[in-house]
Structure formats: C-alpha cells, structure tokens
C-alpha cells in the first residue's frame, strides 16, 4: 500500500522547515529567519506508532503577496495541499492569531482535508496558555501547542495526524492492477503518450508546459488486462521559474511515484537526458520503484546504425544509478513502439516480484567472494556469512557480516551485479539490508 502524504502549510517564518526537520529526524530543509527562506519543497519518510508516512514541508503561503517569488510559493502550497492526505497546519504563538492566519485556514478549510492545527513556538506551555488557545477562534478545532526547535508536544502531533489516516487501508482488498506512473519534464508528450494507449483523447494535450495541473489515473486494457496510469505535472524549466524554485515542482511527482509499482520516465529525444531528468528518477529509485525510461519524440532524430547504442550510453552516464532502468525508444505521436511499453511493464513486474531461494543466493554468494575477495581494514577481513531475500517490490536481501563498517558501498555494487548476473532483476532496483553477527553466532 502507498504510504499516506502529510502536508506542513503555514504562513512564512512560523517554523515549517523546524518541524519538517525535526520529524524528519535530519537537517533537510534550509532554516533562517527570513520569511520565504524555504526554497525548495523537501519531502522525507517518517514513522510514528508503528505507521510509516511521508511528509513534505512546503514554502510560506502569503495569500495577498503580488511578489512573484512568493505568488509561486502561494501556488505550490496548493499543490501540496492538494495532495496531501492530511495537512499541519502550523501557526506562530509569539505572533499571534493575524489576518494571514484567517485567510490561510479558508484555504485549507476549501480543500476538505483533515487539518491538525500546531502552535508553534510554545517553549513555555503554562506561560503562553492564552495565547495557545486564541487559535480557537480559526474554527479548525484544538490547538496544539508544540516547540519545533525543542522537540515538544511532538506525541500529542503526532497521535492526532496519524488518527486521521484511512483506516481500512491495511485491511481492505488491495488493487492488483498495476500502477503506471507517467514522469517527466514538462512537454516530453506524457499525455500523449497516454492518449495514444488509450486510443482516445481522454486527457488534455497542449504544448503549454504545465497543462496537467493534476495527477489524473487511467485506465488502459491492453490483452485483456487493466493497467492504471497516473500522468503528472512535469517540472518547470530552469528559464521558467528563478534556479533556486526548481525542486517546487517535484510534488505532484513525490505523490504519483508513492502511489504506483512502476514509473515510465520520458525524456525529449531531442533535448537529451538533463539533470533535471536524474532529478525525477532519483525520486524513483529512492523509493524502490521499477523504472522504464521512454525516449520519446525519435522520429524526430536523424539516426545511423550507431545512433541507439550512442543514445543508450549517454542515458546511463548521466543516469548511472539506474544501469537496471528498461530503456525504450518511442513517439507518442506516431505510435512508434509504444506497444514495446506493456511488454516492458510486464517484464518489470515479474522482476519486481521475483523471489530466489536461499540456497542459491549463497551459492551466488560464496562464488562472488572467491572471485573477488572482501575488502580488510587494520588486518580485519570483511567476511559474509549468509544472504537471503525477505521482500519483494523491491527485491530486499539481508546479507549477515561480520563488521558492516568493512562492507564498503564498491563492495555491495558488486554483490549486487552478481545478483543481477545471476537473475536478471531488469528494470527494479535491489535493496540490499546489512546485519552483522559475530562468527559464533
């Protein structure tokens, strides 16, 4: 199941990135005491009470602003909002209860979300107890009253946001089909592409970057079976929006990928892969999802016999944390192998699901280790003693050693190719969990 999204949304300054650092349990977001100071929207997996859920801390909103930086800032507080499953909305008790505030709650109000109202800043609850529960009057229910920077009222916060996660999530009849995130950079043709599976112009397709305002779901029948697909809003262009808003636009992202089994990542065959394009497959692969990068627009490509194999290479040199990734080559607009897609979904989704047993991977193992023997530090030798899968999507192996500071990162990449000599693994990630345990044992 997809983990649920909590939004933080406050006015600037009130402590966001405080308490989006605070929960995430590392210094993530930029903190300073300017207003509009968070630039990016971060987002982070947290756990509470045994329930695991992202979060995402988000610009200030300033809802009368006409300055351009913060009408952007206002807007992709929206999308947040939108997304969210259930928002924090985090006030300033030394501030006060200010118009702002007002206008703000009106605007979660509209959304129909589940609000947890936080006041922030009450390092000295008996203290500021009046000024706490002015917030009363903002009709969103009982204030809060937590310190971000001091880790206060956290359990209380806590409690009431994960109250409001579905509970039949866990209980109720999982969706077998499959979940098909579209990604990208606005304009690689997502809509198209899925306009065209579909046979039909069931989702808007303009050439004005920024046309998808929404993640939409989709169902496509292709031999018999359902597929759902999830198009999603692309990130903005350097050029479009000022360098330092360009991860704003990465929520729309964070939700689709969160909620699917795979994602298709387009790329303009005519821009070529950017650093934007590893930006969005990172997310991806952070989450352990299976990736198929669609080349898309390469009918518009002169090509010679080496034009593939030049393409295929610069793909995995700027992507080269993915070398798992399907990789395809299509025009949405003509149709060219786009019919290539299912195959590779399926393909994917077999991989995703792939289980090994436990006495062939130590075999796998055993073999690896004489081939290539673990590293030493000081004289200690890097010994592993056993390896087996516990998870599917993603594939997940324990490997027991006997110092986890000796399995170097070089050392796991080569465990891990392998595995994937060994079994394929085409088109998902590998998650390797190191556990250490003394020879005796």
Known sequence: MSKPIVAIVGRPNVGKSTLFNALAGEQISIVKDTPG???????????????????????????????????????????????????????????????????????????????????????????????????????????????????????????????HFDKDADTGEEDERPRIAVIGKPNVGKSSLINHLLGENRLIVSDIAGTTRDAIDTIVEHEGREYIFVDTAGLRRKNKIKEELEKYMIVRTVAAVEKSDIVVLMIDAVEGVTEQDAKIAGIAHERG????????????????????????????????????????????????????????????????????????????????????????????RLKLFYITQVSVKPPTFVIFVNDKELFHFSYQRYIENKIREAFGFGGTSIRLLIRERSEKD
């Open 37 to 163: 100071i968070t630039r990016d929207r971060i987002y982070a997996e947290t756990t509470w009470l045994d329930k695991s859920f992202t979060i995402i801390d988000t610009g200030g909103i300033e809802p009368e602003s006409d300055d351009e930086m913060l009408k952007f800032m206002r807007e992709q507080a929206q999308t947040a909002i939108d997304t969210a499953d259930v928002i924090i909305f985090l006030v300033d008790v030394r501030a006060g209860l200010v118009d702002d505030d007002n206008t703000v709650a009106d605007m979660l109000r509209r959304s129909g979300k589940p609000i947890v109202l936080a006041v922030n800043k009450a390092d000295n609850f008996k203290q500021l107890e009046a000024d706490v529960y002015e917030f009363y009057n903002l009709g969103l229910g009982d204030p809060i009253a937590i310190s971000s920077s001091n880790k206060l009222g956290f359990g209380d916060l806590l409690d009431e946001v994960v109250s």
């Open 289 to 380: 999802r299976g990736i198929i990068i669609a080349v898309n627009k390469w009918d518009a490509i002169e090509k010679d016999d080496k034009t593939i194999y030049k393409y295929r290479n610069k793909i995995l040199e700027v992507l080269s944390f993915i070398p798992y990734a399907e990789i395809l080559f299509i025009s949405a607009a003509t149709g060219q192998r786009v019919s290539k897609l299912f195959e590779s979904i399926d393909v994917v989704i077999q991989n995703q699901n792939l289980r090994v047993k436990t006495g062939v991977l130590n075999e796998i193992m055993s073999e690896a280790v004489v081939l290539q023997q673990p590293p030493t530090d000081k004289g200690k």
